[in-house]
């Protein structure tokens, strides 16, 4: 039918409005996801809709509009910023006589040019299978031609069925090797979840610039730029506080609206060490007229994950691109909640190292507690639970 090219042509946006009140927002994220993907946004075609058309999404008379405006702009791909059934992408293909994805393929090509690690690999091909599984016959005539697989197919098979019998081949063998790592980063969580030391993970909405805080916390020199998910693999720093010792800081994946299933059921295992942390800085970019939503969102992929009742620390960076001062709120209990801070320039930063100080003497402390009691259960002879047990109430530290 047609080719499919790689990556950055130049590719025409369809964004089209059900009613959503943040239209504007969506429109500059899915020109950051393209651009992020290498693509050259050309133009942007925008439409009005009750619902979508079951056939081709858009409609007949939008479809045409859209095929016009390909042609104009010698564009290649078409972005569409929904989420689009198989026959929908097949009808759209064949009628604009050019490549055509969705918002879900569009994060999955992002993710697997960003992937660094052999875990993340493997991750991220996993998600693009099984997105896959249910388009295989999409721009492909010959699937379904009845010839010879030297090798591969099965009696009578067709092209397509031993396309998709292989696919189904490939996704069990990258789950079997996925839970293999699984298990290793297992025994590795557990052993953090045993210690002592503070675990804090790093959660929020992508380019919200957790990887910058990150570095900035920790001088870990990982990767930061001012660009969607540049940011796929966990990566693991200590953090020593004055006061309180170390402390362990992880930068993880960032968050997005719609965040496609199939993503976080294979990064299921990165996402989860997330609900295992002890807290979360929730970073989030106060510079983003959007960032009400965005906190939402991420709300929303930590309750999928199970990491819902995790204490948060809200960080509001970028605190430099507004008016407003490096402050810390405290709530009832005393305990530092949410910080203003600026990575780039530092603003802040004190104020946040010590809610992680504070938030380490206080694991410390109930740790001690803990032990304490466990061991007057075991021997009523041992002195020392309930003393202790005194001296944090009297402190007012909150169990």
Do not use: C
């Amino acid at each position: 039918m047609f080719e499919r090219p790689a990556g950055g042509e130049r590719a025409v946006i369809v964004q089209l409005d059900f009613g959503r009140a943040d239209l504007h927002e969506d429109v500059e994220e899915v020109r950051l996801l393209a651009e992020s993907a290498g693509a050259e946004v050309a133009e942007i075609v925008f439409g009005r809709r009750a619902s979508p058309d079951p056939a081709t999404f858009a409609g007949k008379g939008k479809v045409h509009e859209i095929a016009a405006t390909v042609a104009a702009a010698d564009a290649g791909l078409v972005i569409f910023n929904h989420e689009l059934s198989p026959a929908q992408q097949r009808n759209l293909e064949r009628e604009l006589k050019v490549r055509v994805v969705d918002r879900t393929a569009l994060i999955l090509d992002i993710f697997a040019l960003r992937a660094q690690s052999a875990e993340g690999k493997l991750q991220v091909e996993l998600a693009q299978l099984e997105h896959l599984a249910t388009r295989l016959v999409r721009g492909w005539t010959h699937l379904e031609r009845q010839k010879g697989g030297i090798g591969l197919r099965g009696p009578g098979e067709t092209q397509l069925e031993t396309d998709r019998r292989l696919l189904g081949n490939r996704v069990r063998l990258l789950k079997e090797r996925l839970v293999k790592l699984e298990r290793q980063r297992g025994v590795q969580r557990k052993a953090r979840a045993r210690g002592d030391v503070l675990n804090v993970s790093l959660v929020g909405y992508t380019n919200a610039g957790k990887s910058t805080l990150f570095n900035a916390l920790t001088h870990a020199g990982v990767y930061a730029a001012d660009q969607l998910f540049a940011t796929l693999d966990t990566t693991s720093r200590k953090l020593w506080l004055e006061g309180a010792g170390n402390i362990v800081v992880s930068d993880t994946v960032g968050f997005i609206r719609d965040l496609p299933h199939s993503l976080v059921a294979a990064f299921h295992a990165t996402l989860e060490a997330t609900a295992e942390a002890d807290l979360l800085l929730h970073v989030v970019d106060t510079a983003n007229p959007a960032r009400e939503e965005q906190m939402q969102e991420v709300d929303k992929v930590l309750a999928e994950i199970g990491a819902a009742d995790v204490p948060q620390i809200v960080v509001l960076n970028k605190q430099d691109l507004t008016a407003l001062p490096a402050a810390a709120e405290r709530d009832e209990y005393g305990r530092i909640r949410r910080v203003r801070v600026s990575a780039v320039t530092g603003e802040g930063l004190p104020l946040l190292r010590q809610a992680l100080a504070e938030q380490a003497v206080e694991k410390a402390q109930r740790i001690k507690l803990q032990r304490a009691q466990a061991a007057h259960a075991a021997d009523p002879s041992v002195e020392g639970a309930s003393t202790l047990l005194e001296s944090v109430i009297d402190t007012g530290t909150p169990q």
